[in-house]
Nanobody, 118 residues
Framework: EAQLVESGGGSVQPGGSLRLSCAASGFTFSMNTMGWVRQAPGKALEWIVHINSGGITTYYTDSVKGRFTISRDNAKNMVYLQLNSLKTEDTAMYYC???????????RGQGTQVTVSL
């Protein structure tokens, strides 16, 4: 069974940084595009970033470009999301996802909470 487990969330002040990690198991990780989505309280799920199987091609939604960086380690079955210059509007539950087709996923983790506040 495919499984994704996120970690690394927390509470930071605006301008701070966090590094989210996602451990994958139960499927051939190196053959899958992986992504991160987030959901803020009272808002719809937002697709924010993904990275192709080889780690070469990435996509970032405009609101996180230049601040977030996705990476992966296929040898460790891990995908990471570096969050820099965090803003209060980045507060959300962040989920790691296995991409099915463009901006859709078929497996998602349980999430890790990121809270940005003064």
């Amino acid at each position: 069974e495919a499984q994704l487990v996120e970690s690394g969330g927390g509470s930071v002040q605006p301008g701070g940084s966090l590094r989210l990690s996602c451990a994958a198991s139960g499927f051939t990780f190196s053959m899958n595009t992986m992504g991160w989505v987030r959901q803020a309280p009272g808002k719809a799920l937002e697709w924010i970033v993904h990275i192709n199987s080889g780690g070469i091609t990435t996509y970032y939604t405009d609101s996180v470009k230049g601040r977030f960086t996705i990476s992966r380690d296929n040898a460790k079955n891990m995908v990471y999301l570096q969050l820099n210059s965090l803003k209060t509007e980045d507060t959300a539950m962040y989920y790691c996802a296995r991409v099915l087709v463009y901006k859709t996923y078929d497996v998602r983790g349980q999430g890790t909470q990121v809270t940005v506040s003064l």
